[in-house]
């Protein structure tokens, strides 16, 4: 026969109200800490330029323009299709680097396999010693023929020594010899042993893993400026990165400009287009929180072990 909670055991577990009073104060608080950088930063991509060279930064702005947006916008079709080649590296990207992870990290994960030692401290030793950029330049370049072709933003970061460390260290925390083993029993193959239950016991590795690869591609520029010199395949990162440098470019030539062409250089943005071009490029990641956070907690419960 079940027997009810004591209502002393409830009471030892709750807190009281003035205590979550201020737990509740706290968080709000550091949540207001967390969020106002940011919106500080989209105010400013809103304002004058003249404005902001007068009073400042400023979370209420005395002249509110959009003049920096319709700059970024001149030229919307090179913008989204930049938008486009982002995107396109991160799903791709993302969903090969993590199988690639994931079927790296698995047998030097498992005790049976023999040079599991050897494969582990030849990941971990590309973390301390590269080969250096001109050889790595010349292999992309002139033995797999890369430059001017998208897959160039894709194929150097699909695998990642660091992720690697990640994920074996959870395949060797969080999968159970005796899982596996009564698999082999069964009669299943290491095939069909990864794709049927290291997989689902792994959701939590793999969300992490995943958000770091596509924060990695989302934000990577420098693969565009090594490999890229057709405009149609810049990504997001490179195409505000030239915008910048253009800006940076004509108003430095301010000084020497006289007439109109000095009036015209003067009305271009500076240092709201830093900020618009902060929000653009974060603007779209964002959305990829949430679902990352979703199914990390429903791999919590869902990849745990049951006894």
Known sequence: MKTKPSKSSFQSNSISHVSNAIFNAVFIIYCIVCLAPLLLVFMVS??????LVTNGYSFFPSEISFSTYKYLFMDSEKLFRAYGITIGACIIGTFFSVLLTMMYAYPISRKSFKYRNFFSFFMFFTMLFQGGLVPWYILYTKYLHLQNNPAVLVIPALLNAFNVLIMKTFFNTNLPDSILESARIDGASEFRIFYTIV??????????????????YWNDWY?????INDAKYYNIQFSMYQALRSVEFLTSSHAVSIGSTSS???????????????ILGIGPIIFAYPF????????????????
């Open 223 to 227: 693969l565009c400026l090594l490999f």
């Open 292 to 307: 990352f956070q979703k199914y990390f907690i429903k791999g919590l419960t869902i990849g745990a072990v049951k006894g």
């Open 199 to 216: 997989v689902p016991l792994s959701t939590p590795a793999i969300a992490t893993v995943g958000l770091f690869a596509m924060l990695a």
């Open 264 to 278: 015209e250089l003067a009305k271009l943005p500076a240092e709201t287009l830093r900020m618009a071009m902060a």
């Open 46 to 51: 809103i304002t004058s330029e003249s404005s």
